[in-house]
C-alpha cells in the first residue's frame, strides 16, 4: 500500500505553534514509519545531507472544532496521530502522559492530527481542505 500522510493543523492557531505542532508530528511520523525517510545523500564535496521524507507532506487547514471529528472519521486508517491541548498544557512528558491517561481519548481536543493510509481513503476523510496559508 502506498502510503498517502497528511497533517491537519487548526487554522486560527499562531503561526509558530502551528509550525512546532507540524514538527512535532512529523517526528511522530518518522518514528513510525522511518521507511518513509530517504538515506542520506551527499553534495558533490561529499558533505552527506541527512535523509528527508521520500512522499509528500501536505500541511493542511481545518476550523478547530472540525478536527475531533476528523481525527474520529480516520479510526480505520492504519496511520492516525493527534497532538492534544494536553500537550500544550503539560510541563514535561511525564506531565502529558498523566494528562492524556486521565480522560478517554474524546476528553481530548486535538490541535493537530496526522493522518495516513490509502490515497481513497485519506481524500475521503480530507480532500476538502485546503492547504494551510
Not at 514509519?33 to 521524507?53: K, M
Not at 478536527?67 to 474520529?72: D, I, R, S
Request: one cysteine or more; aromatic letters at 4%.
Amino acid at each position: 500500500m502506498h502510503l498517502k500522510p497528511v497533517i491537519i493543523l487548526d487554522e486560527t492557531l499562531p503561526t509558530g505553534l502551528k509550525a512546532n505542532f507540524a514538527a512535532v508530528l512529523g517526528m511522530s511520523l518518522g518514528q513510525l514509519r522511518p521507511d518513509l525517510v530517504g538515506a542520506a545523500t551527499p553534495a558533490q564535496d561529499g558533505v552527506a545531507l541527512a535523509g528527508i521524507t521520500t512522499v509528500a507532506l501536505p500541511i493542511l487547514g481545518a476550523p478547530g472544532a472540525d478536527l475531533p471529528a476528523l481525527f474520529a472519521a480516520a479510526a480505520g486508517l492504519p496511520l492516525r496521530l493527534a497532538y492534544m491541548r494536553a500537550a500544550f498544557e503539560a510541563r514535561d512528558y511525564a506531565d502529558y502522559t498523566a494528562r492524556i491517561a486521565a480522560a478517554p481519548l474524546a476528553g481530548h481536543a486535538p490541535q493537530a492530527i496526522l493522518l495516513g493510509g490509502p490515497r481513497k481513503a485519506v481524500d475521503r476523510i480530507c480532500g476538502s481542505l485546503r492547504l494551510l496559508r
